[in-house]
Nanobody, 120 residues
Framework: QLQASGGGLVQAGGSLRLSCAAS????????MGWFRQAPGKEREFVAF????????SAADSVKGRFTISRDNAKGTVYLRMDSLKPEDTAVYYC???????????????WGQGTLVTVSS
């Protein structure tokens, strides 16, 4: 089970940190990632992090502004979002997959989503 939190309303240029706590599994066995879905748009990949945390990748649209990290001891993955833009407004979902999270067919679990709203 994945439980995401940390969403909210923020002004453009501001920052938020999302958290996603995993339970019921060996957290370090899973690649973790974040996806998002904006109103009226398809769900899209945001970022992922390897099992040990030594590798990350992010979508071009968030590269340099968003940072994914994880704490395997706490069973939690984070998404630090800086320099937020109105187009970052979306429901953000954390994901887990033993073999990866991209393409989405590899995903084994989805969190419930947390809403991020960026005002202009």
């Amino acid at each position: 089970q994945l439980q995401a939190s940390g969403g909210g309303l923020v002004q453009a240029g501001g920052s938020l940190r999302l958290s996603c706590a995993a339970s019921g599994r060996t957290f370090s066995n899973y690649v973790m990632g974040w996806f998002r879905q904006a109103p009226g748009k398809e769900r899209e990949f945001v970022a992922f992090i390897t099992r040990s945390g030594d590798g990350t990748s992010a979508a071009d649209s968030v590269k340099g502004r968003f940072t994914i990290s994880r704490d395997n001891a706490k069973g939690t993955v984070y998404l630090r979002m800086d320099s937020l833009k109105p187009e970052d407004t979306a429901v953000y979902y954390c994901t887990a997959g033993r073999y990866g999270v991209f393409p989405p067919s590899y995903i084994e679990s989805w969190g419930q989503g947390t809403l991020v709203t960026v005002s202009s």
